[in-house]
């Protein structure tokens, strides 16, 4: 539905976005990942049309297949397109990571307001106010100042805010972030209910168990470029484990070389110590494997997001997924 399309942007001689191209499609949680400094918000930024890119494309497909390109560059510019990106802006709905509602407002005032800032008319606003707050699980909060709202509303909040106009696409650039857990599966259940309901959302998060539970797929980007894309599935591909025993032994060394004699990769997460198991095995099995050296606990694991995360980030070189029967992970670098 959504095309960006080998979007650049440098501040200044930095280069910021590399040639970043990805799709989304209706109905689809897209988690936009990556380390701090990635790119992930001057691509949001572009998207919504708060900054311009320096080369490439957004294009919109629509139900129709009439597509709608937009060349980022010209999205703020007072002299071309201005007719155009307006209609654009009213596809896409952004709550940021700084909630932008007005403290002193109630909640319907504040929808109102946004969507009289969207083109509604009064009574749509009205309208409109009534039903994103029902569907965020406001509506018993209809009259309550914005800033008297515990952080899980507010966040709520800003997302009834993101929905005012009824966009295709929904950009939460991380939407979780400060909050307790019951506010946190309120949100999540709120994606959910979203995305059943075929509006596509971009989802950027650190919390990777977050994307982990939400996004059909994800896109990993470090310093502007497209590392990897794929769903969960397809991204464990990029680590060469059936499963993970985490090791703690005051015999490290041993264990390695052990573990190489075998043939199980390794890796150190913080201070674990990761054995990238190539087929599932038995505790008993893999206790065996280090018979005589001292094992002071061992526990497997399943590959999770963070370990494919890790992988694709911190890969020094470049990966590649070639045989016939490799995930469909798409390879970018
Ligand atoms: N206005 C600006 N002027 C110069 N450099 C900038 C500007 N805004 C961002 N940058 C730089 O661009 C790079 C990408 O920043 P961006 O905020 O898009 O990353 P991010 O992936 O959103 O990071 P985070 O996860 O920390 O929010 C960073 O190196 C940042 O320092």
């Known amino acids: 539905m959504l095309e960006v399309r080998k979007i650049c942007k440098a501040y200044g001689n930095k280069q910021v976005l590399q040639d970043l191209s990805f ?12 380390p701090n400094g990635a790119g992930k918000t001057t691509t949001i930024s572009i ?3 708060l900054l311009q890119a320096d080369h490439g494309e957004l294009i919109w497909h629509d139900h129709q297949e009439r597509d709608s390109r937009i ?16 209609s654009w802006r009213s596809l896409i709905g952004i709550a940021p990571q700084e ?17 009289k800032l969207y083109g509604l008319t009064d009574r749509l606003s009205r309208q409109r106010a009534v039903n994103c707050l029902d569907l965020v699980g406001l509506s018993d909060r209809i009259d309550s100042i914005a800033e008297k709202l515990s952080g899980g509303m507010q966040r709520r ?29 309120e949100i999540w259940e709120l994606i959910r209910k979203l995305s059943s309901q075929d509006t596509a959302i971009l989802l950027t998060t650190h919390m990777l168990e977050e994307a982990e539970r939400l996004c059909q797929r ?9 590392l990897a894309e794929g769903s969960l599935q397809e991204l464990r591909g990029y680590v060469p484990a059936q499963e993970i025993a985490i090791v703690q032994t005051p015999c490290e060394d041993l264990v390695i070389a052990r573990s190489l004699e075998l043939g199980f990769a390794y890796r150190h997460y913080g201070k ?12 008993k099995e893999i206790l065996e494997c280090f018979d005589g050296i001292v094992i002071d606990s061992l526990m497997r694991q399943p590959v999770r997001l963070e370990n494919i995360y890790i992988e694709i980030t911190q890969t020094k070189s470049k990966l590649s997924l070639q045989k016939d029967d490799s995930p469909k992970a798409i390879l970018l670098m």
């Open 47 to 49: 998207l919504c049309g």
């Open 99 to 115: 909630n932008i509602f007005y403290k002193n407002l109630t909640c319907a005032e504040n929808l109102i307001f946004f969507g």
């Open 23 to 34: 799709a989304i499609n209706a109905g689809e949680v897209y988690g936009l990942l990556g």
């Open 272 to 283: 674990d110590l990761a054995l990238l198991l190539p087929r599932t095995m038995e505790l």
């Open 218 to 226: 994800i896109g990993i980007i470090k310093q502007g470029q497209l």
């Open 157 to 185: 909040l800003s997302m009834a805010i993101a929905l005012v106009h009824q966009p295709l696409l929904v950009i939460l650039d991380e939407p979780t972030t400060g909050l307790d857990i019951e506010a946190r599966y």
């Open 71 to 86: 060349n980022p560059q010209f999205i703020n510019s007072p002299r071309r397109n201005l007719s155009q990106s307006k």
